[in-house]
């Protein structure tokens, strides 16, 4: 299994621009997030999907959208890049939200910079 | 609102020393409480995950234990080695989100 994968790895942007983050996952996990890490914040959750054709609001979930189409996929667009943008995007997922099923796994990140 | 806190946000250690690295929550009402490791520039590797029933956990030389009343969770690295440098970050699931700490980023000299 590949596990969950990231593209692409690295991604400049300039104020205004639009992009897709991409995100995908092997495992037949149903449920899927976004987090961003920012220095001293830590990370926080953007948005999430508990399956296909669901998803919802995290914490964080302003000037980002998500859809669910497939099980596996999970990409996140930038409507209007902003440099409050600017982020280390991760993708996880988990067999389910639910407890005893629920170790989350991290794709390897989307280091993204908005100019 | 949920809130992790972890104590202290760097620590340097000789090889070999044992050592622990402490993770609190503001609320008890979890469903587990998982600790990463995350290496410069890359992403998280799941280490150990503590269901809210389990009091701790253990994977070769890491043994991590879980108090909810205390709102408390530890991670013990037994006889440390240069290849555990790197951050440590624990995670409270309370619903749908994991809330991380910002975690402790460790140094283990030769």
């Known amino acids: 299994n590949a596990g969950v994968t990231q593209t692409p790895k690295f991604q400049v942007l300039k104020t205004g621009q639009s992009m897709t983050l991409q995100c995908a996952q092997d495992?037949?996990?149903?449920?899927m997030s976004w987090y961003r890490q920012d220095p001293g914040m830590g990370l926080r959750l953007i948005h999430y999907s508990v399956g296909a054709g669901i998803t919802d609001q995290g914490e964080v979930p302003n000037g980002y959208n998500v859809s669910r189409s497939t099980t596996e996929d999970f990409p996140l667009r930038l409507l209007s890049a902003a440099p409050s943008q600017t982020s280390v995007y991760f993708c996880?997922?988990?067999?389910?939200?639910?407890?005893?099923?629920?170790?989350?796994?991290f794709g390897p990140g989307t280091r993204l910079t908005v100019l | 609102k949920q809130e992790v806190t972890q104590i202290p946000a760097a620590l340097s250690v000789p090889e070999g020393e044992n050592l622990v690295l402490n993770c609190s929550f503001t609320?008890?009402?979890?469903?587990?409480l998982q600790w990463f490791r995350q290496d410069p520039g890359k992403g998280l590797t799941s280490l150990l995950l503590i269901q809210s029933s389990q009091r701790e956990q253990t994977s070769g030389r890491l043994n991590a234990s879980l108090d909810k009343s205390s709102g408390r969770s530890t991670l013990y690295i037994a006889a440390s080695q240069p290849g555990d440098s790197a951050t440590y970050l624990c995670a409270a699931q309370a619903g749908t989100a994991l809330i991380f700490g910002k975690g402790t980023t460790l140094s283990v000299s030769s």
């Open positions: 495992m037949n996990h149903e449920y």
């Open positions: 609320d008890s009402a979890i469903y587990n």
């Open positions: 996880a997922s988990s067999y389910s939200d639910r407890p005893t099923y629920n170790e989350q796994f």
